[in-house]
């Protein structure tokens, strides 16, 4: 039954694709916005779900804000509110926008209901060993704040608060590496204890048996970053604990999620505001998720270009993809490519400012990330997969701890996720799993 369901809801995100008017039409991306929401809860009624707190509701929430806000709620009445819709940009593609932003969240739901949660053997001696192995945790917690302070110590730290204060300081080249690494010991750390007291309390969380380094070095590397002015990793790490919380312990209802939502929403707008936010004109409630929709203008950059200078077929992909890879992106440039040619971000940054492109960034969004690789195949392919593979590791993640891990870090991207490249997650995706399979063999950290 859940497959029949998918394939209707793929139907219907294939046909608003196909319709979409070659001219600005309101009406459609009214459209749209009832499409998108219907085929979530039809979703949501097939598979019964019973927590809201995981990456589906948090990635449909938000791609929600970068691709189909805009075009609904503002271009009508206040297109040019923030600064970007300033530049040019084709108004007669909003339609088709519109209509990848459905079509990419039908896909991820086609691949999440492909995926059937199968019956379970009593007895899985692998997976129960992999889980319930108690692993030493102190040391990542206890590397991650070694690395956050050797940032500090190289001038990473400084550079973070100028660069979210308007001022200009230059840090050690170093203290960007030490950076990188510090999140994958942290996540390592985080998911980590949640295996752990699976096994010694499969009930019921206890927070106090949890290491006091845990909670100071958690603690010290979130407040330094929130006081710098960042908000990255901070998001992640409570969308990490929470997720994993809420998946493991305490389901979490839709009223509670919205509850959450807003609270979240106004705690990350209260950083923005530290930062010097300012606006010109009256107050509006949608300056409080103004990060999400200015990255309408790239959809609309995506479907121009394609129709202009045709697809990519994956080279805007290289970048995030090699991530992983120390130096490898410094390699394709090295081979002639230019930074706009292998991402996604900086093709729409260099579409906009040209030559000055180096010294800002507009970003991108997911569906266009694909969309500007592949087309609309692309977003088929590319988005069934992440709903598949998500879905997977998330019913997995209560019986492997490598499920846990990937669940655990996907999570923590479900927000920035949709306005960032597709491939955005695989560096601490991969470095999380490498630090997490060292310390689950003989030979290992702990």
């Not at 029949?4 to 309101?26: C, E, N, Q, R």
């Amino acid at each position: 039954m859940d497959k029949i369901f998918a394939f209707l809801i793929l139907l219907a995100g294939v046909l608003v694709s196909y319709f979409a008017p070659s001219k600005y039409d309101y009406s459609y991306s009214i459209i749209c916005g009832i499409v998108y929401l219907a085929v979530i809860i039809v979703y949501y009624l097939v598979r019964k779900k019973d927590n809201y707190f995981d990456f589906d509701s948090l990635f449909f929430f938000t791609l929600f804000f970068v691709t189909l806000y805009y075009p609904i709620f503002m271009y009508e009445t206040d297109a040019t509110r923030y600064v970007f819709f300033l530049f040019p940009y084709d108004y007669h593609v909003i339609p088709k926008s519109s209509s990848i932003a459905v079509l990419g969240v039908a896909c991820y739901i086609f691949g999440a209901l492909m995926f059937v949660k199968k019956p379970r053997p009593i007895t899985q001696p692998n997976e129960v060993q992999q889980l319930t192995r108690i692993i030493k945790t102190k040391k990542f917690y206890f590397i991650a704040l070694t690395l956050f302070v050797l940032y500090i110590l190289t001038g990473g730290y400084q550079e973070l608060r100028a660069v979210y204060s308007g001022g200009n300081y230059e840090a050690n080249a170093v203290s960007k590496y030490i950076n990188l690494f510090c999140a994958p010991f942290l996540f390592a750390g985080i998911i980590c204890d949640f295996s752990n007291m699976k096994r010694l309390s499969p009930d019921k969380f206890l927070f106090r048996k949890i290491n006091v380094i845990a909670y100071i070095s958690t603690g010290v590397i979130v407040g330094g970053l929130i006081l710098a002015g960042s908000r990255t990793i901070p998001l992640q790490v409570i969308l990490m604990v929470f997720g994993l919380y809420s998946l493991l312990y305490k389901k979490i209802s839709l009223l509670k999620f919205f509850s959450f939502i807003i609270l979240g929403l106004g705690i990350m707008f209260t950083i923005v505001v530290t930062r010097g936010y300012k606006q010109d004109s009256k107050f509006s409630g949608a300056d409080i998720v103004m990060d999400l929709i200015i990255n309408n203008r790239n959809n609309f950059l995506a479907i121009e270009e394609v129709k202009n200078n045709g697809l990519t077929y994956g080279t805007s992909l290289l970048s995030q993809f090699v991530a992983p890879i120390p130096f490898f992106q410094n390699l394709l440039l090295e081979m002639g490519l230019e930074e706009q040619d292998i991402t996604s971000q900086k093709l729409f940054t260099y579409l906009t400012y040209e030559e000055l492109a180096k010294f800002y960034g507009v970003g991108t969004t997911i569906v266009a990330d694909v969309y500007i690789a592949y087309g609309d195949f692309g977003i088929f392919i590319f988005m069934a997969f992440l709903g598949y593979f998500i879905n997977k590791n998330r019913e997995n993640a209560q019986y492997n701890i490598f499920s846990m891990t990937v669940y655990g870090v996907l999570i923590s991207y479900a927000v920035y996720l949709a306005r960032a490249e597709y491939f955005f997650f695989m560096r601490y995706l991969i470095w999380t799993l490498v630090v997490v399979f060292f310390a689950t063999k003989k030979i290992r950290f702990s």
